[in-house]
């Protein structure tokens, strides 16, 4: 027996909704509890406390301080979830932008002064607390969510195939020879994916319709490849869009063989607004774009978590 029709797997997808928490998101490190993060922390809020003194009696004298504040901007690890550097983002400056300047201290010297005539004194009628630190890691959480599809389509592929490690192809003997492995293609593998499409006959045409962009993961089970784009989407809004419309139109392309997969991996509560969409509403048009896709390219599929299980526990029967 072979595979479901794609559209099953769309079918199913629909039926059983993406969590409200997914375990492969939750980003749950305590932060505080690092002694030598919250000292450095400690002497950076009083060396911006000195600093702030002295720049109302004599600049001169506080710059003096200036090159160890600069040390600990730095050289702290997780030194940008701090009240100082937090204010940066109302001057329009970010952490990554900063460490990307030549003339740092110049900019830091600007910055402290900003900051001590417009928090200084607000922060310290308030009080401090490292509550603060952890709050602002935790708000960054979402923005460390770039591998972690991928990371939840490797650790799926483990689970349902019971292994305790999933075989990362490096060579493309290993493609070959291996029943089960992936690789990244966008994330170290390029040159792997260039020669895997040279050996397979697979034109890849996505590519030259979105800047040269390569799939996230290439993942073969037996004989079949699937080809993975893979999306964590929580919401819509203008960046969200165009990476929807990115992953759709991912599965308007294929190859000539029934073994290569075009896979849109969606996962995210974005997912749910699939299930019953407004007839006038964006999402059902957005819908109705994928079913079409899928029709005109049986081998393709487009799933979410659910989707991607029942795909993966049918694939394991072409391992016997």
Partial sequence: ???????EY?????????????????SDEIIVDDKKLIKSIERLRDLITTYCVLLEKDENSAKKILDEI?????????????EFVAFWKTLDLSFSVFNKLQNQKTVLA???????????????????????????????????????????????????????????????????????GYFLPDSGDEKLFRNFCKNFNIRYKFSDEHQGKLPDVVLKVGNHFLIIEAKHIKESGGAQDKQIDEI???????????????????????????????????????????KEHLKNNPNNFFLNTAGIICLFQDLKKFLK
């Fill in 248 to 290: 759709i139109k991912f599965i308007k392309h294929s190859e000539n063989s029934k073994f290569i997969h075009y896979t849109s991996f969606l996962d995210g509560i974005y997912f749910n607004n699939f299930i019953l969409p407004p007839k006038s509403s964006k999402v059902y048009r957005q819908k109705q774009e994928i």
């Fill in 1 to 7: 027996m072979g595979l479901k029709r794609n559209l």
């Fill in 110 to 180: 600007e910055l402290l002064k900003e900051y001590c005539l417009r928090r200084k004194k607000l922060y310290d009628r308030l009080g401090y607390s490292n509550i603060t630190v952890q709050a602002l890691y935790d708000i960054g959480a979402s923005r460390k969510k770039g591998t972690s599809g991928i990371i939840k389509i490797i650790g799926l592929a483990k689970e349902k195939f019971n292994l305790e490690k999933l075989s990362h192809f490096r060579k493309i003997e290993d493609i070959k020879i291996q029943k089960l």
């Fill in 10 to 26: 769309w079918k199913i997808s629909l039926k059983n909704p993406e969590p409200i928490v997914d375990e492969y998101y939750i």
């Fill in 70 to 82: 600069y040390e600990i901007i730095s050289d702290t690890d997780k030194i940008q979830y701090t």
